[in-house]
Each structure stands twice: as structure tokens, then as C-alpha cells.
């Protein structure tokens, strides 16, 4: 692939995850506005991705999109990475794109906040009251906390993947030195 294709594929596939990160946004507003069969489909499109708890989502014309508000940060700080990357790419300052994914014990990093909030509400304890023993969820998390550690997730996943993207359309940044140890595998013999 020349740099012309390598480009636009990445454009592409941004589109792409652009119009899988709006769909679940646009199924309420469809519905809302009569349109039930599309809005369904979505719903159905997407429900092998996502429990859809309407108490765990966020609205659109008072109806839960078809993801809960943490699937929905994770794809779109992803997304958002990726028009970032997109608006790099296309702009004189290229080279200051990353040329390396983010290290792995930063990308853990990212999604440790996400698997706390979401791990202490599986975890249950007792509460003793005059009418008996009742189980208590240990963390009851809100959307704005879904929303915040699910972006976290999805920035870090679009930071270690987007750079790998980038190769795989086969755009060779410039300025690549090939006597720099980092960089020497990036460097196609």
C-alpha cells in the first residue's frame, strides 16, 4: 500500500468505529421519533455486546441507548484516539504521531480503575437489621463513574492499538532512524 491508501484506510476504519460508537445513541432518538423497527435493530445489533441495564445507561429522549454507559465510554475514548490520530495524521505535524503503542503496564493502568469499579459490585457483604440478614453490594457505582473509568479503559486500549494501526495500513512515518534501538523494528529490511 502506497501512503495514499495507507492514509484513507485509516480514515476508514475511524469512520467506522465513529458510526459504531453513534448507532446506540441514534436507537433511542429513532425510536423516540416512531421509528421503532431500526431502533430495535440496533438494540438487538449490540445486545451480544452489552448487559443494556436501562438503569446503567445513559438517555436520549428519555429512553437507554443501546449500550450502558461504560461500553459506551470504552468505544468512544477509543474513537476519540482515534481522531486524534486521524487529525495527526493529516496535518504537517505527522511525526509527531506515536510511533510505538503505549507500554503494557501503562494500558493495565488504564483498565485497573475500570475493574475496580466494576469488580466491588459483584462483591457482597451482610447487613443485620431488625428484620434479618440482607446482602449489600460492597461499591454501588453511578454513570459518571462508569462513564470516567470506561473512557480511561478506551483511551488506553485507541493509545496501544491506534499506533499498531498505523503499520498495519502501511504508512511509514517519517524521520524514522534506523540506528535508534526503538525504532529499528519498525523499520521493514
Do not use: K
Not at 465513529?18 to 433511542?28: E, I, M, Q, S, T
Not at 469499579?117 to 454501588?140: C, K, T
Amino acid at each position: 500500500m502506497g501512503n495514499r491508501w495507507g492514509r484513507w484506510g485509516l480514515l476508514a476504519f475511524n469512520l467506522a468505529i465513529g458510526v459504531f460508537v453513534v448507532l446506540p445513541a441514534l436507537a433511542p432518538w429513532l425510536e423516540c421519533h416512531g421509528l421503532w423497527l431500526p431502533g430495535w435493530l440496533i438494540r438487538t445489533a449490540y445486545h451480544p455486546l452489552c448487559h443494556q441495564l436501562p438503569s446503567r445507561s445513559l438517555t436520549v429522549c428519555d429512553l437507554p441507548m443501546a449500550l450502558c454507559a461504560r461500553c459506551f465510554a470504552i468505544y468512544g475514548g477509543f474513537w476519540a484516539v482515534g481522531i486524534l490520530f486521524n487529525a495527526l495524521w493529516f496535518s504537517p505535524w505527522r511525526n509527531r504521531l506515536p510511533r510505538n503503542p503505549i507500554p503494557w503496564p501503562l494500558l493495565i493502568m488504564c483498565l485497573v480503575p475500570m475493574a475496580l469499579d466494576g469488580g466491588a459490585q459483584l462483591v457482597f457483604w451482610p447487613i443485620w437489621s431488625e428484620q434479618g440478614v440482607h446482602w449489600q453490594a460492597l461499591w454501588e457505582s453511578t454513570n459518571v463513574l462508569r462513564l470516567l473509568t470506561g473512557g480511561l479503559a478506551g483511551v488506553g486500549a485507541g493509545a496501544f492499538v491506534y499506533p499498531l494501526l498505523t503499520r498495519l495500513f502501511g504508512e511509514a512515518l517519517p524521520n524514522l532512524q534506523t540506528d535508534d534501538p526503538a525504532n529499528r523494528r519498525l523499520v521493514p529490511s
